[in-house]
């Protein structure tokens, strides 16, 4: 195994996260918070754009409902923290699949612009509908409480997000790899060849639309936890801006790029909060630069240039690729 | 007629009031290799398009082994037996050559989230089954030494026997190949026609191909069918149709059809 490898980097980032609290004051704990919650929205985002190749606009949108919902069920229903924050994810994720529906019919612009559509009507619901969502200036969230467990809530929530983070990783990893991760990708390269091989187009776009719902609905509820506060903006068309920067920094397709843009992406913006009117500039060119000189994103880079950050679409058999690699020689029966 | 295994009855197909397909009917054996040849625009991809659910006809019916498919998704079809390749590559670009197999065998397994994302002992099974099957038929094209190569990274004529492969390795009963020799040298058709065969003989598949390669259509073809304008205008061996004046008006014109059978 490679030592600068996909899998030891990658430990080597857990190991770094898990130690974080202890070294890092509160505010880096916040920002560390941060990536991780990105890290989780990007994970379904590149699910949907990078493998399946569905071109939508929505995930600010679901981030938010996740948000809202959660906040909202323990605001107005007074239900605690452990029922609304599953619940909201729940949501996000029938509002995916809800929304995938007429997206479904459609592809590259026109879907686009319907899902764009969809985020800006949702805008709309968080600012008008003041009965429930508290309009424009947002709502706050009771503090929760990690209450038999000896934690402040700032730690309690940090490790909560690093678990999720990881289960979450583990189940896209194991995911993509898999018959499913191959369908997603054949909708992607190609759709009638995906469809002439079985794969039913419907039922594989609303999945992936499910999965990027439901992990936007869990780092809503997470960011609503963390913040105390939910409003509006937060969840706008920037956002989804950032969102989409993030996976093409990383790397379209790539659960460990998702990992990789997200984390950069949070960082450079928080390195550079203190020169105001910089971060949007640096963003932009960060942007451009990527897709113009780095298609691939980091990960792109990295596949071509250290070992071991290969991802395959199949489990390796262990012991089984060398083989298959000695054996070319003869078979020549059909070379075209 | 009742031991037809693909039944194409009276298809019509029309966009925007031009017919492309009139009333065509269609009766290919278990274990033949049906040869699908015409003009250009004679409608033998809206043929194909329609056998495989992606068009569906305006009148007549189309049976596999004797269940109508008509209305039925690609998907579905793909499921009951139906395999296709396309005139043009549809290989998966961002897998490899390994993968793109595999995917073929995705209506052949069965493991669904839960199974996959937790990485269960029953999916693992079904996995590396899947992995074996699709070294076996990287072997039975003669192509075991692209296994770990990119998709995009192989020449037409690679991609398009590829393709045929992901395919087959679904155990289909029937599978329609649209132009499967562009991309092939003329020194390889030999070998192609040799394919052709084994696929017939060794996996019991009966195939229906659209070609414009003659040579190998005469060849390897039991039956053919021709079409002109969306009409099926003839159909028996190849030496009958080759002969036939009506096939050699709708390749040549009239004109040379006199010239033709003069001497």
């Known amino acids: ?336 | 007629m009742t031991t037809a295994l693909l039944s194409v009855r009276g298809v019509s197909v029309s966009f925007g009031g031009v017919k492309v397909l009139d009333g065509i009917d269609l009766d290919v054996k278990p274990g033949e290799i049906r040869g699908l040849i015409g003009p250009n625009g004679a409608g033998k991809t809206t043929m194909l398009n329609v056998i495989s659910g992606i068009h569906a006809p305006h009148q007549g019916d189309v049976l596999l082994d004797g269940v109508s498919i008509v209305g039925r998704k690609p998907s579905n079809i793909a499921r009951l037996g139906l395999g296709r390749t396309f005139q043009t590559s549809q290989l998966f670009r961002g897998m490899t050559v390994l993968e793109n197999l595999m995917t073929g065998l995705h209506h052949r397994t069965t493991a669904g989230l839960i199974a996959t994302s937790l990485n269960l002992r029953r999916y693992r099974e079904e996995e590396e089954a899947a992995e074996e099957a699709a070294r076996q038929a990287l072997e039975f094209i003669g192509m075991s030494a692209f296994a770990d190569r990119p998709g995009s990274a192989l020449s037409f004529g690679q991609q398009r026997v590829i393709e045929i492969a992901r395919t087959l390795i679904g155990d289909p009963k029937v599978v329609l190949l649209d132009e499967p020799a562009v991309g092939l040298s003329l020194n390889r058709l030999t070998e192609f026609d040799a394919l052709l065969r084994r696929i017939r003989d060794e996996k019991g598949v009966t195939l229906i191909l659209i070609e414009h390669v003659i040579r190998l259509v005469m060849d390897v073809c039991d039956q053919v069918t021709v079409l002109s304008s969306g009409r099926r205008i003839a159909e028996g061996t190849p030496d009958t149709v080759r002969n036939n004046p009506e096939v050699i008006e709708a390749y040549l014109g009239k004109e040379l059809r006199a010239r033709h059978s003069a001497p």
């Open chain 1, 1 to 336: 195994m490679a030592l600068f490898g996909r899998r030891n980097v990658l430990l080597a980032m857990l190991l770094v996260a898990a130690a974080a609290p202890s070294f890092l004051n509160a505010y880096y704990v916040f920002v560390a918070n941060t990536i991780l919650i990105y890290v989780l929205l990007a994970i379904g985002l590149n699910i949907l754009v990078g493998n399946t190749g569905q071109l939508a606009f929505a995930n600010a949108a679901m981030f938010g409902i996740g948000a809202y919902g959660t906040g909202l069920l323990q605001v107005h229903f007074g239900w605690p923290f452990w029922l609304a924050f599953p619940s909201g994810a729940v949501i996000a994720t029938a509002v995916g699949l809800a929304i995938s529906l007429p997206a479904l019919r459609l592809s590259g612009l026109y879907l686009a612009l319907s899902t764009l559509a969809f985020a800006q009507f949702t805008q709309w619901v968080f600012l008008n509908w003041e009965a429930v969502t508290f309009g424009a200036g947002g709502f706050k969230t009771p503090t929760i409480s990690f209450a038999p467990l000896p934690i402040s809530k700032p730690m309690g929530l940090y490790y909560l997000s690093l678990i999720l983070v990881i289960v979450l990783f583990v189940l896209a990893q194991n995911l993509v790899r898999s018959r499913i991760g191959r369908a997603f990708v054949a909708v992607r390269d190609s759709e009638i060849a995906a469809q002439s091989l079985g794969v039913d187009l419907l039922r594989y776009k609303a999945l992936a639309f499910g999965i990027s719902g439901f992990y936007a609905g869990i780092a809503g509820g997470l960011y609503s936890a963390m913040l105390n506060f939910v409003s509006p903006e937060g969840y706008d068309l920037f956002q989804m801006v950032i969102q989409k920067a993030m996976i093409v920094v990383g790397g379209l397709g790539s659960i460990a790029g998702s990992v990789l843009g997200a984390s950069a992406l949070v960082s450079i913006l928080e390195l550079l909060r203190k020169v105001k009117g910089f971060q949007e500039i640096v963003f932009g060119a960060i942007l451009v630069g990527f897709i113009l000189f780095m298609p691939g994103g980091i990960i792109g880079f990295l596949k071509a240039k250290v070992r071991g950050w290969e991802e395959p679409l199949h489990r390796a058999r262990p012991g089984k690729r060398s083989t298959s690699a000695a054996a070319t020689s003869e078979s020549s029966e059909v070379r075209p």
